[in-house]
C-alpha cells in the first residue's frame, strides 16, 4: 500500500501514556500532522487524566478529544469495546498510536482505518501498516515523529509547547506582585517514583546557599500531595523559601514557570512543563537517560551518573536510589550558580 497517496481527511491520535511529560513529549506530532494536514479533522484519543486534558485546553490541533477511562494496566473487554465503537463511527482514515500497547494496535484495525501506524507492538505489529522501533538514546519527541514518517512527514522541529491564556498569566503576576517577587528560580523537589527523587536535605542546602549567595528568592513548587515533603525541606533549612505547592493548576504553574529564571529538579513533568515554556533548567537524571527524556534546547544543563545499571525498569536492584545519591549539593550548586549569573 502507498500510504502517501491516500486521501486523509480524518486522523486519530492515541495516547496511552497517562503523564504530563508523555503528552507534551508528543506535541510535535501533532503540529507536524497538521501541517501536512490542514484540512483534516484531528482528534486526540486519551485517558481521563486531569492533568493532560488541562494541558489540552486551547491547543490549535485537535477538533476533537475522545476520553477513555483505564483502571490498572490494561483496557478490560467492555472499555475496550466501548472504545472500539466511538472510533468505527468517527470513520477515521488514519489513526496513529504513540504506544507499544498491543490492544490499541488491534483496536485501529478493527476501527477499519485505512493507515495504521505506531510503535512495534510486541508481537501484533500485524495489525499496522508500518511500525518503529523506538531508539533508547534518542530523544522521545524525535523517536515520535519517526512514527508519521511514512506520511511523508519530514518534521525536525521537537519543541514542545502549553496554549496559555491571558487570565492564567494575570493570575500569576498578580501573585509575584503581591509578594514583591520580581527574580527567583524555581526548585521542584518531587520526583513521582522514589528512585527519581533527590535527598531532602541537599534541597534544605543547596536552597539555603542560593538564597544567600544570590539576589533572588527560591520557590518550592509540588502537588497538594507533594506539600508536606517540601514544608520538610524547608524545616531543614536556615533561610526562607516560597513555598506554592498546592497553590496553582498545573496551567497557572506553566505561568509561573514562565516568569521565572531558572528551574532545577529531577525527571518530572513538571520539568516537560519547563522546558515548553522555555525556561532554562538544570536536571539531575539518574533512573532514566537524558539522552530521551532530558529537555534539549540549548539553556539547559543535565547531571547524570549514568550507572551500569541506567536506564532503570523502576525495579531498583540496589533498594537505594544510588544513582541520585551520587549527584553531590556541590555540582548542583556549581551549575546553577553559573545558569543564575547568565
Known amino acids: 500500500m502507498d500510504i502517501k497517496n491516500i486521501q486523509i481527511k480524518n486522523i486519530l491520535v492515541v495516547l496511552g501514556f497517562p503523564g504530563i511529560g508523555d503528552l507534551l513529549v508528543a506535541v510535535p506530532v501533532f503540529r507536524a500532522l ?5 484540512e483534516a479533522n484531528l482528534s486526540l484519543s486519551l485517558r481521563n487524566q486531569p492533568g493532560q486534558l ?3 485546553k486551547s491547543n490549535p490541533y485537535f477538533s ?3 476520553v477513555f477511562n483505564k483502571r490498572g494496566k490494561k483496557l478490560n473487554l467492555f472499555q475496550s469495546l466501548r472504545l472500539l465503537e466511538r472510533w468505527r463511527r468517527e470513520k477515521f482514515d488514519l489513526i496513529v498510536i504513540l504506544h ?6 488491534a483496536l485501529s484495525w478493527l476501527a477499519g482505518a485505512r493507515v495504521r501506524l505506531g510503535y512495534n507492538t510486541k ?3 500485524f495489525f499496522l501498516n508500518n511500525v518503529y522501533f523506538s531508539d533508547s538514546f534518542r530523544y522521545e519527541a524525535e523517536n515520535l515523529l519517526e512514527v508519521i514518517k511514512p506520511l511523508g512527514i519530514q518534521a525536525k522541529n521537537p519543541d514542545l509547547e502549553i496554549w496559555l491564556n491571558p487570565n492564567e498569566q494575570e493570575k500569576i503576576e498578580n501573585w509575584l506582585r503581591k509578594r514583591n517577587i520580581t527574580n527567583f528560580i524555581i526548585i521542584h523537589p518531587s520526583g513521582g517514583w522514589w528512585g527519581r527523587r533527590w535527598p531532602k536535605e541537599n534541597y534544605a542546602k543547596l536552597a539555603d546557599y542560593l538564597i544567600r549567595n544570590f539576589p533572588i528568592e527560591v520557590i518550592f513548587t509540588g502537588t ?6 517540601i514544608e520538610k525541606i524547608s524545616s531543614l533549612m536556615k533561610e526562607k ?7 496553582f493548576t498545573i496551567r497557572e504553574l506553566a505561568c509561573l514557570y514562565e516568569k521565572a529564571k531558572l528551574f532545577i529538579g529531577t525527571d518530572t513533568g513538571a520539568m516537560h512543563v519547563a522546558a515548553a515554556v522555555g525556561l532554562p533548567t538544570l536536571v539531575m537524571f539518574g533512573p532514566q537517560d537524558p539522552r530521551r527524556w532530558g529537555p534539549q534546547s540549548g539553556g539547559n544543563q543535565i547531571i547524570y551518573k549514568n550507572l551500569d545499571c541506567s536506564p532503570c ?3 531498583c536492584r540496589w533498594g537505594r536510589n544510588i544513582c541520585m545519591e551520587r549527584i553531590t549539593v556541590e555540582e548542583v550548586i556549581k551549575a546553577a550558580g553559573k545558569m543564575i549569573a547568565v
Open 313 to 315: 525498569p523502576q525495579r
Open 100 to 105: 507499544h500497547a498491543r490492544r490499541y494496535a
Open 54 to 56: 488541562a494541558l489540552l
Open 241 to 247: 523559601p516560597l513555598i506554592a505547592a498546592g497553590e
Open 64 to 66: 476533537k478529544i475522545i
Open 34 to 38: 497538521k501541517k501536512k494536514f490542514p
Open 123 to 125: 508481537g501484533w505489529r
Open 224 to 229: 497538594p500531595a507533594e506539600k508536606g515533603g
